[in-house]
């Protein structure tokens, strides 16, 4: 009977060393799928962050050359070291912007198991559609009456004298004052702007304070005259798009937003000068698209996947 306990203790303690062993084993492989799944996850994040980035910021080139856009996706993913791994770029000029990466991740324990690498993808697109809110726009308004023509000279008014119906709109944005108003004209209105929005329309004479304003940004502008493709050219102006909300016969005291577009600033205003001389453009900006809103060449960009 205690030879056979002994033979039975043997066993038990030989049964338990396999059994650890196992598990150790066992143990040892999730710990290593798992640091491999590590990083396949964290290779396919910088990844789709990297595809994020350049839909996006190509996206911004849409109503330019497509050379632009091209050229805008292969310097965002060689900042993202990425750019080797562009396999599809898909640009449709005026409305969106596809990019698709696909790279080859190594693997450290998998390849005990015959899987040397494992493929990731990522794919973004960005879609350019009609702005609808925004901040930062300029105390100017253009009714939605008037044809805009890109790149072609307008004189948007900043009184009520000898004007032709549509193209007088000076707004109290945050309120009346032709300090605030001044203020508005240099910097941007710093709240949101928003498609139907009733906005009160400036009284008084405000020309001097106009022509001070666009002087400041004319003399704020670093680029030459004329070069309206930098984004952070202060000549460059949002304003809203109007339709007449309250008017009377000779007075238009409220206006109605129904979407923005940008005007470049072409020249200053001179001591007699009561109007704004400069040209419409199209160009993506930081707003936030909305349906319904005008098509006046402002748009803003969301990704769509």
């Known amino acids: 009977m205690k030879r056979f306990a002994a033979a039975w203790l043997r ?10 062993g196992l598990a150790l084993l066992l143990m040892l492989t999730a710990t290593g799928l798992v640091m491999d799944g590590g990083a396949m996850y964290a290779a396919k994040s910088h990844l789709q962050k990297a595809a994020n980035a350049a839909a996006l910021s190509g996206a911004q080139e849409l ?10 996706v292969e310097e965002i993913l060689a900042k993202h070291g990425e750019q080797a791994d562009l396999t599809m770029e898909d640009v449709k000029m005026g409305d969106s912007l596809r990019v698709h990466l696909r790279k080859k991740v190594p693997l450290g324990f998998s390849r005990l198991l015959g899987k040397e690498e494992a493929t990731v993808e990522a794919e973004a697109a960005a ?7 925004a901040e930062g726009v300029a105390p ?28 007088f709109g000076v707004l109290a944005l945050g309120g009346p004052g032709a300090s605030t108003y001044e203020s508005n004209l240099r910097y941007g209105y710093q709240s949101e702007i ?18 001070d304003g666009i002087q400041w940004r004319i003399d704020s502008d670093p680029y030459p005259s004329g070069d309206y493709s930098h984004r952070d050219s202060p000549r460059v102006i949002l304003i809203p ?18 979407g923005f577009a940008y005007f470049y600033i072409a020249e200053p205003m001179s001591s ?5 001389t400069g040209m419409f453009i199209e160009r ?5 698209a909305q349906p319904g809103a005008d098509v006046k060449g402002a748009y803003a960009i969301r990704l769509i996947e």
Do not use: H, W
Request: charged share 25%; no cysteine; net charge neutral.
């Open 11 to 20: 066993d038990e303690r030989g049964n338990a060393a396999v059994l650890v």
């Open 127 to 133: 879609r350019i559609s009609p702005m609808g809110s």
């Open 194 to 211: 928003k498609l139907g929005d009733i906005i009160d329309t400036q009284t008084g004479n405000i020309a001097g304070k106009t022509r």
């Open 272 to 276: 007699k000068d009561t109007s704004i």
């Open 284 to 288: 993506t900006g930081t707003g936030y």
């Open 140 to 167: 100017l308004g253009i009714d939605e009456s008037i044809p805009l023509e890109f790149n072609k000279t307008y004189k948007l008014k900043v009184d009520s004298s000898g004007v032709e119906a549509g193209y």
């Open 63 to 72: 109503t330019g050359e497509e050379t632009d856009v091209r050229s805008v």
């Open 241 to 258: 798009v109007y339709r007449p909300y309250n008017q009377t016969s000779n007075q238009l005291k409220q206006i109605q937003v129904t």
